[in-house]
């Protein structure tokens, strides 16, 4: 897996999502989020089924937004 070489979005939707999750569930997916997008590792090893179910919408998200962002520059 390669790391992102564009812009990043995160929307406040995004970070109120990761603010919602109980401590130990936001920082799995915040550091899982950090392995994937700015450091290329595949972080799925390390999260739980849970945890890579919501890293998994949240990455969605982000990409989604981030695209949106690049076609509008």
């Known amino acids: 897996m ?9 929307t406040p939707h995004v970070i109120n999502t990761i603010n919602s999750l109980p401590e130990d569930e936001r920082v799995a997916v915040a550091s ?22 919501v890293y998994s919408v949240i ?9 949106k962002f690049i076609k509008q520059g």
Request: charged fraction near 20%; glycine fraction near 2%; include cysteine.
């Open 2 to 10: 390669k790391a992102i070489k564009h812009s990043i979005v995160i």
């Open 32 to 53: 899982a989020f950090v392995s994937d997008m700015i450091m290329g590792v595949n972080p799925e090893k390390s999260l739980s089924p849970l945890q890579t179910m």
């Open 59 to 67: 990455k969605f998200h982000v990409c989604r937004d981030s695209a």
